[in-house]
């Protein structure tokens, strides 16, 4: 068992742990979690034995131990494990991040404690890049880039040039994710990491299946790397489905409901501009902000800046904001849209909770989503995110799964622990029709549908904000979905539930 260190009473580290020394003179860190320490470890030593070296055997189990693929969950410190080594190598660590939000983030995050950085970005003038260089050679230890910078011949030549010892790839699974669709610049690392013939290399991620993990070994290390895993659960994040066909209104309903902070991940741009202003229509101005990538880079830090501050507010974000969020205490994460794969999803539902106190992860799910998902292969990571909404058993080992991970003993999500809902909008307009069948045609269900929820929501909002529009919603896709049907000979025009449907005992799921 990892011995923990203590500390005497001049709080000085005992001399003979140079990197239990470094995490506590430089980032205040007392403790160093076992994994954190194996992580650290491999690097250190696969740099002793491979430094110098211009060619490695791939046979060699010394050169697997060069080559990690580290998967930690998310809030669990991986930062640590590629900072450490930083200030006992030789040399600097190149460390490649995804998202230039990131990188200015975790650049600001490692000045602060006090391990002097550089970055290399895209539209950098001549002396930019000269400064950059000078600070290197004067000591600094962390080197920041993107994949895309990296695609320049003849900033890796200057690189190569300065001893670098380590690289970390940061959010590795978007090698995979990224590099066959938007980032084919991710596609390129494996060669740029041959050209600067760095003797470790290290690959970080919090999500990957062994899909996924195949993928990210071919691109970056010919299929050839050492992984090292620590359990992937997050017992803190609590998984709850909540049905819904008119989605926007039910996150008003939550953000009066759950706890804040709150972010709302949105499928697009415009969602999230839209998700935002009806939540401040309905709750006051300032109560939420939208966060994408079509903002200017001050608008961002703007926002970035309140929400960070911020202790009630809501985020009506894309996926821009997801990777490296460091926000401790969000409480409630909830999904407009699923994720593409279930790596995405674990990855934003991860935001919540960084502190360690429980937060909630809540998947918004419609008629829409079952039969849009309902293409993808069985089996496959896209399907996961349907079975893992479409559950009866526990959701959380539904996520795992789909990684190849761990079985858990669940912590908390709505199945385990047999959370009870309210019909939701398609079920209360489905148990109108079914009970007065052929009694109802289309407007006359929408009509009354609508005024049954505001009934709903009025007692918890205290205002009308359901409209005709949305019934036309739940009603449009109960009919694609087959769970009723409009009759055209006996009963024309009036709205009817299949018998299949109406005799199964499973009806209501």
């Excluded at 211009?54 to 809030?75: E, H, M, S, Y």
């Excluded at 040399?91 to 404690?113: F, H, K, N, S």
């Excluded at 709750?283 to 961002?300: D, I, M, R, S």
Aim: glycine share 6%; with cysteine; aromatic share 8%.
């Amino acid at each position: 068992m990892e011995e923990i260190i203590k500390i005497d009473a001049d709080e000085q580290i005992y001399e003979d742990d140079p990197v239990a020394k470094a995490a506590y003179q430089n980032f205040g860190i007392r403790y160093m979690f076992p994994w954190q320490r194996l992580v650290v470890a491999n690097i250190l030593e696969a740099y002793e034995n491979l430094k110098g070296e211009q060619t490695v055997d791939t046979q060699n189990d010394a050169f697997c131990k060069g080559r990690q693929i580290v998967l930690l969950p998310t809030g669990a410190g991986k930062s640590l494990c590629f900072q450490v080594p930083a200030l006992l190598l030789e040399g600097p660590t190149l460390v490649i991040y995804p998202l230039l939000a990131l990188m200015t983030d975790q650049q600001r995050r490692m000045e602060e404690g006090s391990l002097r950085s550089v970055m290399f970005r895209g539209g950098q003038t001549a002396a930019e890049r000269q400064e950059n260089f000078r600070k290197l050679k004067e000591g600094a230890r962390i080197i920041i880039a993107n994949p895309e910078v990296l695609q320049s011949k003849s900033l890796v030549q200057q690189l190569k040039q300065v001893g670098i010892c380590h690289v970390a790839i940061d959010e590795a699974h978007c090698v995979s994710e990224w590099g066959d669709s938007f980032r084919p610049s991710y596609l390129g690392l494996g060669e740029v990491l041959k050209e600067l013939a760095v003797p470790v290399v290290t690959a970080f991620t919090a999500t990957a299946s062994p899909p996924v993990l195949s993928r990210v070994a071919q691109i970056l290390f010919d299929g050839q790397a050492h992984v090292v895993r620590s359990e992937s659960d997050r017992p803190n994040i609590h998984y709850y489905v909540r049905k819904a066909a008119v989605k926007k209104k039910e996150v008003l309903y939550l953000a009066a409901t759950e706890q804040r902070p709150m972010i709302v991940f949105c499928g697009t741009r415009t969602k999230s501009e839209d998700m935002a202003r009806e939540l401040n229509m309905c709750f006051g101005n300032g109560t939420a902000q939208f966060y994408h990538a079509g903002l200017e880079k001050v608008e961002k830090e703007e926002i970035e800046k309140w929400f960070y501050n911020s202790r009630d507010g809501i985020l009506c974000a894309t996926c821009a904001y997801g990777m490296g969020v460091d926000k401790k205490d969000i409480k409630t994460v909830v999904h407009l849209e699923a994720s593409a794969t279930a790596e995405a999803y674990i990855q934003e539902a991860g935001r919540g909770g960084r502190d360690g106190s429980v937060a909630k992860a809540i998947l918004l799910w419609s008629l829409q989503d079952s039969m849009d998902y309902s293409v993808f292969k069985a089996g496959s990571r896209e399907a996961a995110l349907r079975d893992f909404a479409e559950t009866t058993s526990c959701r959380r080992q539904v996520l795992l799964d789909a990684l190849g991970a761990e079985q858990a003993v669940c912590s908390g999500c709505d199945v385990c622990d047999g959370v009870k809902y309210e019909p939701c909008d398609w079920e209360l307009a489905w148990n109108m029709i079914k009970k007065y069948r052929n009694f109802y045609s289309k407007e006359e269900v929408q009509e009354e549908h609508a005024a049954r929820m505001n009934d709903i929501f009025r007692k918890t909002l205290h205002l009308n904000i359901w409209n005709h529009n949305d019934s036309v919603e739940v009603v449009d896709q109960l009919i694609k979905s087959g769970k009723i049907r409009v009759d055209k000979f006996l009963w024309r025009n009036k709205l009817s539930c299949p018998r299949s449907l109406r005799l199964s005992k499973g009806a209501r799921q």
